[in-house]
């Protein structure tokens, strides 16, 4: 029988120092503040939500603007969720002026209330819900209900999760 082959995808989870990732950052009692998604290992750009709506996040560039460690997550998946997850960011991308970021989502996910407004996403909720597009991506709540560290620790228990690499900046 014919192995299927196998691709990797990188979830990078990252905080940033201006004032609404601070207010999380300690309302949280710390952890991560930004996820971001990239389906090449070794690219420079990732994709996202923050302020500016649906965006290429180049975080290397940021520099003083990152908290001090960041994590990627190695996740391995099929050739199909990768052409299923390719498909989804090149039509985002494609109309990428219709999406929004939505502050508000995060509000109720603080409050644990399951909230989805379209074309409205939080980075950790977009993330989500492009991961479950994944086989073998199990996630226990529904996208809205994820915050950045909250992600990141129901991923770490995922058999996909093939390395985990911790970054300073």
């Given at each position: 029988?014919?192995?299927?082959?196998?691709?990797?995808?990188?979830?990078?989870?990252?905080?940033?120092?201006?004032?609404?990732?601070?207010?999380?950052?300690?309302?949280?009692?710390?952890?991560?503040?930004?996820?971001?998604?990239?389906?090449?290992?070794?690219?420079?750009?990732?994709y996202?939500?923050?302020?500016?709506?649906?965006?290429?996040?180049?975080?290397?560039?940021?520099?003083?603007?990152?908290?001090?460690?960041?994590?990627?997550f190695?996740?391995?998946?099929?050739?199909?969720?990768y052409?299923?997850?390719?498909?989804?960011?090149?039509?985002?991308?494609?109309?990428?002026?219709?999406?929004?970021?939505t502050?508000?989502?995060?509000?109720?996910?603080?409050?644990?209330?399951?909230?989805?407004?379209?074309?409205?996403?939080?980075?950790?909720?977009?993330?989500?819900?492009?991961?479950?597009?994944?086989?073998?991506?199990?996630?226990?709540?529904?996208?809205?209900?994820?915050?950045?560290?909250?992600?990141?620790?129901?991923?770490?228990?995922?058999?996909?999760?093939?390395?985990?690499?911790?970054?300073?900046?």
């Amino acid at each position: 029988m014919e192995e299927q082959k196998k691709r990797m995808v990188v979830v990078l989870f990252t905080g940033y120092r201006d004032l609404f990732s601070s207010f999380l950052y300690h309302i949280r009692n710390r952890g991560y503040t930004h996820a971001a998604v990239s389906l090449e290992e070794g690219s420079d750009y990732y994709y996202s939500f923050n302020r500016k709506g649906f965006r290429r996040e180049y975080p290397k560039r940021y520099g003083g603007r990152l908290r001090e460690q960041s994590a990627a997550f190695h996740l391995e998946v099929s050739e199909e969720s990768y052409q299923r997850m390719r498909k989804r960011l090149a039509e985002m991308e494609a109309a990428s002026g219709r999406y929004r970021y939505t502050r508000l989502g995060v509000f109720f996910c603080l409050l644990h209330i399951a909230w989805k407004r379209k074309r409205c996403y939080f980075c950790s909720q977009f993330v989500s819900e492009l991961l479950e597009l994944a086989d073998g991506i199990q996630l226990r709540k529904q996208p809205s209900l994820y915050l950045p560290d909250q992600l990141a620790e129901e991923l770490s228990g995922q058999a996909c999760v093939k390395r985990i690499e911790f970054q300073v900046v």
